[in-house]
């Protein structure tokens, strides 16, 4: 759209229900804040500029509101008095001019940008105030909206509704948007000469239509539209979350064996082709590839996999990780903050950390890159088409070179060069009869202490 559009968004909650030590809308859903979700589909929906009105935690709240290159201004509310009065705590902004006003709160997650774009439009078609509905086979607690000749005309609360109201489905999200040329006229005409005393956003219907204005609703789906006031509804927000994204995941191409116990990132990417096994978490930035394969109860963290790639079963990887073409990291592997080349394999029981693998290697099972000295990080390199034998530690700052060749249960401590063969550990001595010795000395000790008893 053309036509510039302010987005206000309440998140000014004392959040008491959640029983938590920070705001509600800062509890992570997709592994990023509640507001982020809410200032994401605001950005998508053309907004230009937003407000937040904020309480508590107002500093963090205002921080993980910036998303997609909208820097909102922040307004406290230092009084609960009514979703009006919230609104009206933005007035700053909302006198700025804006041909769309959109009006949010910040513990609804699930919103879509097609959503508010769907209130812009009315505004754009003449509508003066625009309330976002939904509907329900469960509306008791709800604001009804009453519709006559396709314009609202009331949003009618529970306890006022007659009984023939009460039969309407279609109820009040909160959500609205606003002409901005008559916004702030509007909103300060809400009184509060109610049984509470407070200023409700729900009386700008009323207010818009005795001026001769013109007020209409829009739907959306239910799930959309929900808010967030306890753990119990952070989950559910979760759950319709993941299915939702998990969905948009297989109809691009990706395969999910048993899709509900796969759970996704906000920024998670995968591929077309790639197949996702049972039981995988994908924590916040991660980059899988097309063809590549994750296998059962893998955990993934800022990483990328590239195409063709093999994760798991059982393997992690931390922030840092990059798998290139082909490579395998194998069953109960970790890697942190390591490349691993293409073809390369890190097949069982190791740890790579601060490391670079060159192509083709492979790193034997129960290999550690000792990179931590108990104060710094060091890194270890080890060169293409390298072995690694098994139970080997390379102390850092190490370097293997290409087509090196370390023995197992070797503990390197310098460098080696290409083509080299590696040997770090005692040589094996062995003694006869000295395993019958050991034995029958450790029988006898055994009985003396059982003949003691």
């Known amino acids: 759209m053309s036509r510039s559009c302010l987005a206000v968004i309440l998140a000014a909650g004392d959040s008491t229900r959640m029983k938590s030590s920070m705001s509600k809308v800062l509890h992570p859903i997709g592994g990023r804040p509640m507001i982020a979700h809410v200032m994401a589909a605001v950005a998508k929906a053309g907004v230009s500029d937003a407000a937040l ?67 812009r439009e009315k505004l754009a078609e003449g509508a003066d105030v625009v309330v976002i509905g939904f509907h329900t086979d469960r509306p008791f607690g709800y604001g009804r909206l009453l519709v006559e000749d396709g314009e609202l005309v009331a949003i009618r609360e ?22 901005g040329r008559k916004a702030l006229s509007l909103l300060q005409q809400i009184g509060n000469k109610n049984v509470k005393g407070e200023y409700y956003l729900t009386d700008l219907v009323e207010i818009a239509r ?22 119990a509804e952070l989950a559910a927000l979760e759950r319709v979350w993941q299915e939702r994204r998990r969905h948009e995941l297989m109809v691009s191409g990706v395969s999910m064996i048993a899709p509900e116990t796969v759970f996704l990132s906000y920024d998670t990417e995968i591929g077309q082709d790639a197949l996702i096994e049972p039981n995988v978490v994908f924590g916040p930035g991660v980059t899988v590839e097309g063809g590549a394969v994750i ?16 994760i798991g079963p059982f393997a992690r990887l931390r922030p840092g ?22 073809g390369a394999k890190v097949n069982h029981l190791t740890y790579i950390g601060d490391a670079s693998v060159g192509a083709h290697s492979n790193i034997g099972a129960g290999t550690i890159t000792c990179n931590y000295d108990g104060v710094n990080k060091h890194v270890t390199e080890i060169g293409s088409n390298a072995f690694i034998g098994s139970n080997s530690s390379l102390v850092a700052p190490v370097s293997i070179g290409d087509g090196a060749y370390i023995a197992s249960g070797s503990v390197i401590t310098e460098n080696v060069p290409p083509e080299a063969l590696a040997f770090g550990r005692a040589r094996q001595e062995v003694k006869p009869e000295r395993a019958k010795v050991i034995r029958e000395r450790a029988l006898a000790l055994k009985a003396a202490k059982k003949a003691q008893k």
């Not at 001769?212 to 306890?230: H, I, M, S, T, Y």
């Open 210 to 231: 005795s001026g001769g204005g013109k007020v209409v609703a829009v739907d959306a789906p239910e799930a959309e539209l929900a808010g967030c006031n306890n753990r």
């Open 158 to 179: 529970e306890k006022d509704a007659t009984d023939e109201e009460r039969k309407v489905t279609w109820c009040n999200s909160g959500l609205m948007a606003v002409d």
């Open 295 to 310: 296998h059962a109860f893998s955990h993934i963290e800022g990483a990328y996999v590239s195409a063709g790639a093999t």
């Open 321 to 342: 990780a990059d798998l290139a073409a082909g490579s395998k990291v194998g069953n109960f592997c970790e890697v942190k903050n390591a490349k691993v080349g293409e």
């Open 53 to 119: 009105v904020v309480g508590r935690d107002a500093e963090a709240v205002a921080k993980a509101g910036m998303v997609a290159g909208i820097e909102p201004k922040t307004f406290l509310q230092t009084e609960r008095l009514g979703t009006g009065h919230a609104v009206l705590a933005a007035k700053e902004a909302i006198a700025g001019g804006y041909d769309d006003i959109l009006i949010g709160y910040g513990d609804v997650p699930l919103i879509t940008p097609q959503t508010f774009s769907a209130a």
